[in-house]
């Protein structure tokens, strides 16, 4: 059985992604999988919580058998078979920041797919030691040429001595270790 899993993080109307998890899976190997996802620190403490369709809370999950039993002996389908169709992956136990993941329902079996698959995904990784979620705006950089600002009448605030410097910086290379001067063929 193939479980499709929506997370989300409550702090964030961006943040998404969806995963298809084998039944099979314990807790414990996906909490593996989802901290090479969203580059996580490996080190840290987690824990997961298990709601029911009402919201009632149901299991705990951690690293060491809490009474419902370890992460690395609880899998989806008994997580599914007890009720709880809402897992919190409690990520940051000091500030209480989870990843909600609930589930959507069952996918289909893809044999050449590695599992768990990310099938969906919106919004950038949260930062684990950050407090909250912050999206940070994707600020484009926009280079324009000397000549193009001068032909837009936008050179009144810009001297020579700008637009010589940027033409010099044209005329550079990266190879991957320092910055060749085209020109003179020197770092």
Same mark, same amino acid.
């Given at each position: ?25 314990t ?13 996580f ?14 919201? !009632?809370p ?6 060491? #058998? &809490?009474? /419902?039993?370890?992460? @690395?002996?609880?899998?989806? $389908?008994?997580?599914?078979q ?26 289909a079996?893809?044999?050449s ?18 407090a ?8 484009p ?6 000549? !193009? ?7 009144? #605030? &810009?001297? /020579?001595?700008?637009? @010589?410097?940027?033409?010099? $910086? ?18």
């Amino acid at each position: 059985m193939v479980y499709r899993f929506r997370a989300t993080i409550p702090e964030s109307k961006v943040f998404y992604r969806v995963y298809e998890i084998k039944g099979e899976m314990t807790l414990f190997k996906f909490n593996g999988f989802i901290v090479d996802d969203l580059g996580f620190s490996p080190d840290q403490m987690v824990l997961y919580e298990g709601y029911d369709e009402t919201g !009632a809370p149901g299991g705990e999950y951690g690293l060491i #058998d &809490l009474g /419902d039993g370890a992460m @690395d002996t609880v899998t989806f $389908d008994q997580v599914v078979q007890r009720g709880e169709t809402e897992l919190h992956y409690l990520f940051d136990l000091r500030n209480d920041r989870y990843i909600r993941l609930v589930l959507e329902g069952e996918a289909a079996y893809v044999p050449s797919r590695i599992y768990p698959f990310l099938s969906d995904e919106k919004g950038q990784n949260p930062d684990q030691f950050r407090a909250r979620y912050e999206e940070e705006p994707a600020v484009p950089r926009l280079h324009v040429s000397p000549d !193009a600002v001068r032909s837009l009448g936008l050179d009144d #605030d &810009l001297d /020579d001595d700008d637009l @010589d410097d940027e033409a010099d $910086d044209e005329d550079k290379i990266f190879d991957g270790e320092e910055v060749y001067d085209e020109e003179e063929g020197e770092a």
